[in-house]
């Protein structure tokens, strides 16, 4: 049984913070790692993907990527309100077959 | 450019019911997945579709059933309709089943 695995939360920051989301998974062929945002009532939103080993930045958000450790995350910077969400790391193994897996997701609450 | 739609927004079907729900990718995908989310977890795989031939199915019983057409858009059957159905669907769409997945807005389905 292919496993993510992210804390529940809720995580707390204040307003300018940098938030650090956590994701850890069980499937060693796993090749693409996804990070949607999902507000209350909403539908995931993808926010990041990344392929390789290393950090990807795209404006205020970076994923990291640690094949070894199985292990992704997610930083936002300067943290505002509206990146108050539920984040749900997804991954996905090397077929084209097999299904993206998700998190049952963090809950982030940025207090202004 | 027009995202992924769904149709019906909310459905209120009774027990032992049958439904269909519907998706429209993004122009120029060809592959489109289909999710259950259940209140507090991720998303779900149900089924996996790529130029009209199904290419993945989760853990999900025969009574979930679904297709593609030939201009891409899909359907999501559910027959006999039990309570513990009653859920967000989620249609996505990706360019192929080797990339990114977009998700639609979703349709929630409550069963009573």
């Known amino acids: 049984q292919k496993e993510v695995e992210q804390n529940s939360g809720p995580l707390s920051v204040p307003e300018g913070a940098i938030a650090s989301l956590n994701c850890t998974y069980s499937?060693?062929?796993?090749?693409?790692f996804f990070w949607y945002r999902q507000y209350s009532g909403k539908s995931p939103e993808l926010i990041m993907f990344?392929?390789?080993?290393g950090d990807k930045e795209d404006g205020r958000f970076t994923a990291q990527l640690n094949k070894a450790s199985q292990y992704v995350s997610l930083l936002i910077r300067d943290s505002q309100p509206s990146d108050s969400a539920t984040y749900l790391c997804?991954?996905?193994?090397?077929?084209?077959?097999?299904?993206?897996?998700f998190g049952k997701g963090t809950r982030l609450s940025v207090i202004a | 450019d027009a995202g992924v739609t769904q149709s019906p927004t909310h459905l209120i079907k009774t027990r032992g019911q049958h439904v269909t729900l519907r998706c429209s990718p993004i122009?120029?995908?060809?592959?489109v997945s289909w999710y259950q989310q259940v209140l507090g977890q991720g998303p779900q795989f149900i089924f996996q579709?790529?130029?009209?031939?199904?290419?993945g199915r989760g853990n999900f019983p025969d009574r979930f059933s679904a297709r593609q057409f030939p201009n891409y858009s899909s359907e999501l059957n559910v027959n006999a309709l039990l309570l513990g159905d009653s859920a967000l669907y989620l249609c996505?769409?990706?360019?192929?089943?080797?990339?990114?997945?977009?998700f639609g807005p979703g349709t929630r389905l409550t069963v009573t």
């Open positions: 499937d060693r062929g796993s090749q693409s």
């Open positions: 997804a991954v996905k193994g090397n077929s084209g077959n097999t299904p993206l897996v």
């Open positions: 990344i392929y390789s080993n």
């Open positions: 996505a769409s990706s360019p192929d089943v080797h990339y990114e997945q977009y």
């Open positions: 579709y790529y130029e009209k031939e199904e290419r």
């Open positions: 122009s120029g995908h060809k592959s």
